[in-house]
């Protein structure tokens, strides 16, 4: 196998674990929607209405994190900051983070546009595709490191 297979193996295997972690289900006994549940379970994020607030809890994250993390599942503090940044945000707001200094910022924005559909997603994509900055991704007891081009990249395929 060629050093580049191997690259394509990597990035599909990326590709497939960031897919995989966007809506969690729990088993047929009990199931219920961590969408729904995760501002409930931060009350003090759910009734905060300062989006300076708001992307100050973000900014002091050591990675982007899914809804659920670790082992036991623990419901993520950084991603319920995301649901609130999604709520309380325009997508010109959104956009206008895709610039701001900290890269876990930069990629939660990215990902709330492309989330509500956005038609600055684009924009922002062509913008993030050279940013090589690394970031730590932590979806459920997974972590790695990756430049925010490549997850961009992933997340539009």
Same mark, same amino acid.
């Given at each position: 196998?060629?050093?580049?297979?191997?690259?394509? &193996?990597?990035? #599909?295997?990326?590709?497939?674990?960031?897919?995989?972690?966007?809506? $969690? *289900?729990?088993?047929?006994?009990?199931?219920?929607?961590?969408?729904?549940?995760?501002?409930?379970?931060?009350?003090? +994020?759910?009734?905060?209405?300062?989006?300076?607030?708001? +992307? %100050?809890?973000?900014?002091?994250? =050591?990675?982007?994190?899914?809804? !659920? #993390? %670790?082992? &036991?599942?623990?419901? *993520?503090?950084?991603? !319920?900051? $995301?649901?609130?940044?999604?709520?309380?945000?325009?997508?010109?707001?959104?956009?206008?983070?895709?610039?701001? *200094?900290?890269?876990?910022?930069? &990629? /939660?924005?990215?990902? %709330?546009?492309?989330?509500?559909?956005? *038609?600055? /997603?684009?924009? !922002?994509?062509?913008?993030?595709?050279?940013?090589?900055?690394?970031?730590?991704?932590?979806? %459920?007891?997974?972590?790695? =490191?990756?430049?925010?081009?490549?997850?961009? +990249?992933?997340?539009?395929?």
């Amino acid at each position: 196998m060629t050093s580049r297979n191997y690259l394509n &193996t990597f990035l #599909i295997a990326i590709f497939i674990l960031l897919s995989c972690t966007e809506k $969690y *289900s729990a088993n047929s006994d009990y199931d219920f929607n961590v969408e729904d549940t995760i501002l409930n379970h931060f009350p003090d +994020i759910n009734h905060e209405t300062n989006l300076g607030n708001i +992307i %100050g809890g973000l900014s002091e994250s =050591e990675c982007v994190e899914g809804n !659920a #993390i %670790g082992f &036991t599942g623990n419901l *993520s503090r950084t991603y !319920a900051y $995301y649901r609130k940044l999604c709520q309380l945000s325009s997508d010109t707001l959104l956009f206008s983070l895709i610039n701001n *200094s900290n890269p876990i910022v930069r &990629t /939660y924005a990215f990902k %709330g546009l492309k989330e509500k559909n956005s *038609s600055l /997603y684009l924009k !922002a994509e062509k913008i993030l595709r050279s940013d090589t900055t690394h970031v730590c991704f932590y979806m %459920g007891d997974t972590k790695m =490191e990756l430049k925010i081009s490549d997850y961009v +990249i992933l997340k539009n395929n």
